[in-house]
């Protein structure tokens, strides 16, 4: 049976039918998603909770770990990490990559709820959870400045306005915004005023609550018509706080203005952003998974004049970086690169064939395959990204086999002399299965790559799809179209008079069949040496897969940086204000950097310490800077060394990322202990080890223990004797020293706070705290109940409410905002205020100051106490040797037995990956044995086809090292593509000795002799074309090219080998096979005959 006759026999509808799938193809391309890599994002839900006011240790001890215990049962946990730092506890859950994140979800609230009653009950709201992507990179990152306008007001426009808006924009995830505070009120203290009026830092706050609320008032019915209460209760700015009156001193008024500076401000004034070296808001737009990366940047874009128009215009909003840029390029590059391939192949297929007819089949074949993928893609939800069309670009070789096989079978059968239906029915008749078993052993090599599980499975399914996708649609084109356009187009030659050209070319090729002839005929005569040969490559490839240096995926030139600052740990704001200006600085001034952004403190993403800070920077295109991320880098190292008191780590923004720690580099290695001591003994231990090895670079770990600490140790009797309780203590503290919001102001667009502390100018040395007194009567907010107290301030009993109340008044509160009070007078002033002076103790009475250390944050990772230890690699070295060298160093140093050590993010999916590469490679092999075992219908011939693979192995290597490129997982995936490819070679020539034993009845050495050299003309012309194929992956142009070499590298080293070798070792492998074959069936027969024997003499 002939699958082709039909079509072609119906030119017309077959026609049709290629037409329709390219029409499919071209619609689809423009509807597909855009985005950098495949979608791999790791379900990923960060839990926060805040206890404002508490110590790291506190925090860690009181909310981290009893959510800990309850988060840490949830199924499907893969890693769990957290970080206490002051008055804050963010725990990251990692779930299995298969997990529906919706489920873990609720399944994470239904373990917050059941944590609620281990907590503690002063905690200012319930903790609250996100789903959080670690992969996740900045697209945009916008900056505002102005001239004119303060930076609270640049940070009230973004928040409130901007990122309201560009979040609901389709395909944003999240707009952070960092470098600034919302506006507020800031009531700046002066302690010799306080102690002068006999007031209390306590009477100020009540003053200050009682002086500013917002409750229902309620209406009046006169007649027919109704009137609305209005109270002037609402002061907003920091003039309707300076008349205040906070007590009465011998009869007269002591207004806010007499013992503070009231200043309309920041709420946290310890912030800091920079655009350029000039200050500026940082706004950062993150994409949702599975985003068209391209529609949303088109979509923000068009959205911002809009937005501009809805904001003040003295601000200046500046797009400082957009990730679409590189996305775009290197997008348009691998396009390019796969153009080229085409071309390339057509161009080898000319050179064979050498007629445009005949070349003009091959060429639709791979048109109609490549774009009808397209289609296929799309149905399946796949996305236009780097690895989709680097696979069509190898695809392109692939493709091309099918149709070669055909056409030039087709071509002999027609030279024999037969008419082109004839050839084309005889043609096809005959290599119809080799072309099936050429295309199913193919797919069969990706069943193991579509089976794996984990984030590499993930990221390399798309595609291995799309590969397999491609080779289904060209086998089918192979077997319709292309016999179909044969019929039509192909022309008899002889008789016509070829060109100087082709007459040169075809000399060419019979001077390489004949040399192929002679050296043949010399493998056949002397098989052992062959063997050996054969041999000798087995050898070398589990040798230099042992030597080989390896990694994970290389290291991406996006064309953004990102660094993060580590200051010593006792730096002040105002110090750290001057480092991040330096940093910039330097950065900026690098020829390759077009834009540096950074900020430090809270108020944005990052860790928010004052010792730490976020810098970005933007390069300039590839075109410009003819230097790559990674030696940017590397030439920013000295300048920024020499900032001191302050480390910046800068690593290139990547598309790939995993673990629910970020370090201040691209790797980490994580400590666990069961002590805090023990870890905060052995860490800087490793890490003063792991600096002085070349091989390691930036390394530096998350632990800061280290921090200054004003120790007050409370003197309890000359306390109790004073009346002073160590809950009026603390809150006078608070008060001071804690930008306490102690008030909250409500307005239509949004909500803004009171700010009390002392004057930043008494709180510049820990010796100030002498001059901070305490108020007897100062325990908690007195005077008239606020309706909008500030979540977390003290509940007294006075107040006959509770937490939970009061919480209701405030979204009460929230609720009548509508009932406009803006412009309608000045605010009264309060009621809670004293009216004699009162007894002030000072703080050195009843406490004397230490100092001491404190950790200012506290970490955990499945339980245990952790540290996590982060490290970049130097210019030419590989991973797997920074590995080895932090595994030696770990046994060298003796840990003791209660510290493990191990990988983590990239790190660790890099060991998982190396542990499950030769399980993959082995995988894919017995996938072909057996689907080739089933085609053939027999053990030894698929070890035939197998035996054309250690060659290619060697070959791939052998390259990589030779180009100094990491054996990574891209190079993996080229080694397992050369299992499809050389094992073609091999088909081709088995089938055709297979049928010449049938049909002619010749022996095996004749049969593969003339197998051999009959084709070896589409035997050069397939690895020519997968050659050529690989040559634009491989040269790597472009941005992004440092993703495509490996792949590229590895499929043109290891075809040049093999195509050299398995010239010879398959025949001669086919030779001792069939021998051993027959030997079996002699030893069968005479095994059978002994037993006919012994039956007849029994039966005689």
């Known amino acids: 049976m002939n699958l082709s006759a039909p079509f072609v026999r119906r030119p017309v509808g077959t026609t049709l039918l290629s037409l329709g799938l390219v029409v499919a193809g071209i619609i689809a391309f423009f509807k597909l998603p855009v985005s950098p890599l495949p979608d791999v994002d790791i379900p990923t839900i960060m839990v926060q909770a805040t206890l404002p006011g508490a110590s790291p240790a506190d925090v860690a001890a009181t909310v981290a770990s009893p959510l800990e215990r309850h988060l840490g049962q949830i199924a499907s946990v893969t890693e769990m990490t957290s970080v206490s730092s002051l008055g804050n506890a963010r725990i990251t859950l990692q779930f299995d990559i298969d997990r529906d994140i919706n489920g873990a979800a609720r399944d994470v609230q239904a373990a917050i709820n059941a944590a609620r009653a281990d907590l503690p009950t002063n905690l200012r709201a319930n903790p609250t959870y996100r789903k959080f992507n670690p992969a996740s990179a900045p697209i945009l990152i916008y900056t505002l400045t102005s001239d004119t306008l303060t930076p609270a007001e640049l940070y009230d426009a973004a928040s409130t306005v901007l990122a309201q808006k560009l979040s609901q924009v389709e395909g944003v995830g999240e707009v952070s915004v960092g470098g600034g505070s919302l506006p507020a009120v800031r009531v700046e203290l002066i302690p010799p005023a306080l102690y002068k009026y006999g007031i209390g830092l306590e009477d100020v706050r009540a003053a200050l609550s009682s002086a500013n609320a917002h409750s229902p008032k309620g209406g009046i019915d006169v007649g027919d018509q109704r009137y609305q209460i209005y109270v002037n209760d609402q002061a907003r700015k920091a003039a309707d706080y300076r008349p205040l009156v906070v007590a009465y001193r011998n009869g007269a008024a002591v207004r806010l203005t007499d013992v503070a500076d009231v200043i309309d401000s920041v709420e946290n004034a310890r912030t800091l952003g920079l655009s350029n070296g000039k200050p500026a808001v940082v706004m950062i737009v993150y994409r949702q998974p599975g985003a068209n990366i391209i529609k949303m940047v088109d979509s923000v874009k068009g959205l911002m004049p809009q937005l501009r128009a809805s904001v003040s215009p003295a601000i200046d909003i500046t797009l400082a970086m957009d990730r679409s840029k590189t996305i775009r390029a290197s997008l348009h590059d691998v396009e390019i690169t796969l153009l080229i391939a085409v071309a390339l192949v057509i161009l080898v297929v000319f050179a064979f064939l050498r007629n445009a007819r005949a070349t003009l089949v091959p060429v639709v074949a791979v048109g109609v395959s490549l774009i009808a993928a397209f289609a296929v893609m799309y149905l399946l939800g796949y996305t236009l990204d780097i690895f989709s069309l680097m696979a069509l670009t190898v695809a392109t070789g692939f493709v091309v086999d099918d149709a070669i096989v055909v056409l030039e079978n087709i071509t002999r059968h027609m030279d024999a002399g037969l008419s082109r239906l004839e050839a084309t029915l005889v043609g096809t008749r005959e290599v119809g299965f080799t072309v099936l078993s050429m295309s199913v052993s193919l797919v069969a090599v990706f069943v193991p790559i579509l089976l794996m599980g984990g984030l590499v499975g993930r990221l390399f399914r798309e595609f291995a799809m799309t590969i397999t996708i491609a080779i289904v649609i060209s086998l089918v084109v192979s077997l319709t179209t292309t016999p179909m356009m044969c019929a039509v187009l192909l022309r008899k030659q002889e008789g016509q008079p070829h060109g100087r050209i082709y007459r040169i070319s075809e000399r060419v090729f019979e001077l390489l069949l004949g040399g ?44 953004l940086l990102v660094g993060s600052i580590q200051a010593d740990q006792s730096t002040s704001f105002q110090l750290m204000q001057q480092k991040l200006t330096q940093f910039i600085d330097i950065v900026k001034s690098d020829p390759a950097v077009d834009t540096a952004v950074g900020f430090t403190g809270g108020g944005g993403v990052g860790p928010g310490g004052t010792n730490t800070g976020t810098v970005f920077a933007s390069l300039k295109p590839m075109g410009e800077r003819n230097l790559r991320a990674d030696k940017v880098i590397e030439r920013l190292r000295e300048p920024l060394a020499h900032v001191a008191g302050a480390t910046l780590f800068l690593q290139s923004i990547g598309d790939l990322g995993a673990g629910g720690r970020s370090g201040n580099a691209a790797y980490q290695y994580t400590l666990k202990g069961s002590t805090f001591e023990e870890l905060n003994e052995w860490t800087p231990k490793l890490v003063a080890a792991l600096q002085k090895e070349p091989t390691l670079a930036d390394v530096n770990s998350d632990q800061q223990n280290k921090a200054l600490q004003a120790n007050l140790v409370i003197d309890r009797d000359a306390a109790s004797r004073l009346g002073i309780t160590v809950s009026q203590l603390d809150n006078t503290l608070y008060d001071a020293f804690g930008q306490r919001q102690v008030s909250t102001i409500f307005v239509a667009r949004n909500q803004y706070h009171v700010i009390m502390e002392v004057a930043p100018r008494f709180s510049q040395d820990p010796q100030t705290l002498k001059e901070v007194y305490i108020s007897t009567s100062g325990g908690s907010a007195t005077g008239t109940q606020s309706t909008n107290a500030v979540a977390g301030t003290v509940a007294s009993s006075a107040q006959k409410s509770s937490l939970s109340s009061i919480a209701a008044n405030v979204v009460r509160n929230q609720a009548t905002n509508s009932i406009g009070a803006t412009g309608k007078g000045v605010a009264s002033t309060g009621t809670a205020v004293s009216t004699s002076a009162e007894t002030m103790i000072p703080l050195s009475s009843v406490a004397r100051f230490e100092h001491g250390d404190t950790p200012l944050s506290v970490n955990h990772q499945d339980l245990l106490v952790s540290s996590t230890i982060s490290f970049n690699l130097p210019p030419g070295v590989s991973l797997s040797t920074a590995t080895t060298t932090i595994e030696n160093a770990m046994h060298a140093l003796g840990m003791p037995a209660g510290i493990s050590g191990g990988f983590a993010g ?49 070959g791939a290597v052998a390259a990589l090292m030779l180009s100094h490129t990491d054996f990574d997982i891209i190079g993996m995936i080229g080694v397992i593509l050369l299992v499809g490819i050389v094992k073609k070679n091999a088909i081709m020539m088995i089938d055709f000795a297979l049928d010449a034993e049938r049909q002619r009845g010749l022996s095996s050495r004749d049969a593969i002799y003339q197998a051999c050299l009959m084709r070896f003309r589409p035997i050069m012309m397939t690895t020519l074309a997968a050659l050529f194929g690989a040559v634009p992956l491989m040269i790597g142009l472009g941005e992004g090219s440092e993703l495509r ?48 024997a012994a039956a007849g003499a029994a039966g005689r």
Request: hydrophobic fraction near 50%.
């Open 1045 to 1092: 070499q490996p792949l590229g590298i590895a499929i043109f080293g290891g075809l040049i080998l093999s195509q050299i070798l398995t010239l010879y070792t398959t025949p001669v492998v086919y030779l001792y096979l069939d021998r051993a074959r027959l030997w079996t069936q002699r030893r069968r027969a005479a095994r059978r005959a002994r037993r006919a």
């Open 516 to 559: 192929y002839r002679v050296t043949l005929g010399l493998a056949l005569r002397h098989p052992l040496l062959v063997m050996l040969i054969l041999g000798s490559t087995l050898y070398l490839n589990f040798h230099l897969y042992r030597v080989v240096p390896k990694g994970f995926v290389p290291q991406q030139d996006t064309g």
């Open 906 to 954: 990239s790190a660790k999916i890099f060991q998982q990956a190396l542990a499950n590469e030769l399980f993959l490679i082995l995988a894919a092999l017995a996938t072909i044995y057996i689907s080739l075992g089933m085609l053939y219908e027999s053990y030894i011939h698929p070890l035939t086809i197998l035996s054309t693979l250690p060659s290619a192995g060697v």
